[in-house]
């Protein structure tokens, strides 16, 4: 039988120290056979929370702001004891309920990080590390009395089962960096109170299993630069109740089986030609004939007014001219056949007699000579007008920047894409290019000078020591430090299972490469945006090749993003991901941006909580990816192409693995200014 004196008596012994009641107590005072209290932050010192003292703070994870996003969250005073009232549990959980003067806040902290605060303004954060599901079963309202912001470094799928309603009081602005799709089951109509327009720097078709309808109410222009074709298959009219004109500058064509042409008043002449057929019946009323009428059969008109006819047979009924031949020797025409040869001698008497000629009818229009016809043709009114279209191709310049930027980019750029276009040297050194952007006010004339006005700290490739580091009792592994050291050799790394992409039989945006990660967030860099749709879905073997560089890519990211230390308010940004080259862009092999098209090189960007590039902080970022990590190269760049000035990037350059993820990780760093190696082998800090 059991009591209570027996279960501790049972305790006593598997914990080896008496007790001195049945309540428990020990003698002395202090003693947890798990060996987690007291924790190494508290030995000899008090064992109130340090909290709730003000000595450290509790905070969400935030891991700053995005590009150009400022989060709006400023730190508040660290908690006054006892002021502060702190529940923490042995995994790390927190409830603090603090009335610090100017730093009343409500937390409910998660071990993780996650959980929700309630600021000393009234803001609320809510932050995850992981997943963030709402669910709710009723009807769902949110109503913002300010500004809002929403960026997802991922994909973005809304799915509405009923109405999708959009009212929008201003403007309504879309930029992306790939396609629109868009596919309607029912009807599309759009209503515009205003002017239309489009602009394409492209081709344009479309395709209309139905019937097509135009209305225009007032004018209608077609300028085309280049040929127009329409192919009827049916019938075609064009009708006009006014003037309808049709001009060529070269040559006008038509051709039927069967063709009318009629007019109250008509005129068709030309310098040289044709008119008329073997089956062609002409009517007219004066005809005026500069050299010869021939004729294979009959000529029929009242009256011939011409120098010579040449006819097998001619019926006239008055003929005005004279008859040379043998005729003129026949005494009888009908006898002529019999004569002798030589002088005419007897069988009839050619008469001659006289007859008044009938009055010639000078009715006639201007005659087409030569000089009239090239009057008509390139002055009269009727005459063909010169076209030209979009005469030094102003027009063009204007809708593509094609000219503009050498055939670089067709587009306008910013400093963040102008930078991306720059770290290859073909396009640095492009005076066209680099005069175009200077000109528009985006690109700093000294972006050519390779060294900086000052320098500071310098870091060598080796490992770098932490002065002053010691731990005390019980630690958690993950807070050692780990160096890695340089061995440039063929280095084996262990994907996660989980997101490899050797798994996948489908490579798209929407792949996972770790937690919280996807392809996605290497194609929607700020300093260049593009899609996978310049790679084949079909080409299975590309993509997964370029998964994997980026699954190393991923890799970084989540070391920064798990720091809990110097980088908790900060967040890695990608600004150049996975690059496309252009149509007409020249890369120059080996460089960052020839890289980028395989996903081996990715730049970054290491952003505060107000959205901002923190300069200073980027250089410890750098010395701690050197230290921590596996690379090929790392590149601390700075340059002065803003012309607002300074900027900093990281750029991560990972060697080209196997399918098994072997690859040859040399440990390399570099400093570059402007695009120009500064120093080799180690980081040099750019001030100025």
Known sequence: MSTENDELRDREASIGEAKENSK????????DPSGTYPRSDYFYGPSINQNARGIERNDLYIGGGNLDLDLGLDTPPQSQYP????????SGHVIEIDDTPAGERILIRHRTGAGVEMRTDGTVVVATKNNLVTIVQGESKLIVEGDAQLTYNGNLDIDVAGDYNLNVGGNFNIDVAGDILTEVDGNFREKIHGNHGSNVDGNRSSTTTGTTAHTTLQGFNNIVKGDFRNAVEGATSIMSSGQ???????????????????????????????????????????????????????????????????????????????????????????????????????GGTLTSTTHTAEPVDPKATALPTQVNLNGYLTKGSYGHPVVKVDPGAGLLNSVSDNEKNDNITNKPLNIREIRSKLRSDSTLQNPVFTGSQIG????????????????????????????????LGQINPSDASKKIVPKPVPQLITPDPVYNPNFRDVINSKTKLAKGITIAKFLGGKGDKITLDHISPTDIVTRKAIARQLYLQAEAMNLISDDTGKFKDHRLVVVEGLYRQGRNEVLTPGSINDLQTSGRAVVYELVDTKGVPDIEKTFDLAVYLKDNMYYEKLILDYDTFDPAGLNVQIIIQMPLVSEDYTGEYSMNIETRFNNKVLTNKEFTEVTV
């Open 24 to 31: 428990g107590i020990f003698r002395t005072g202090f003693f």
């Open 83 to 90: 002021l502060n009232q702190v529940q923490e549990s042995r």
């Open 244 to 346: 309808t004109r049709i001009t060529s500058e070269t040559r006008l064509l038509g051709s039927a089986p069967d063709m009318n042409l009629a007019a109250q008043s008509m005129s068709v002449f030309g310098d040289t030609g044709t008119i008329g057929g073997q089956n062609i019946i002409m009517y007219n009323y004066n005809m005026y004939t500069g050299h010869s009428i021939t004729a294979t059969d009959t000529i029929t008109t009242n009256t011939a007014y011409t120098q010579r006819v040449n006819a097998t047979s001619m019926h006239a009924t008055t003929f005005h001219g004279s008859l040379v031949g043998k005729a003129s020797f026949a005494a009888q025409a009908d006898e002529a056949g019999s004569a002798p040869l030589g002088a005419g001698s007897g």
């Open 440 to 471: 528009a006010g985006k690109l700093s004339s000294s972006f050519s000078e390779t060294s900086p006005a000052s320098i500071g700290r310098v870091e060598s490739s080796k490992p770098t020591k932490v002065i002053g580091q010691k731990y």
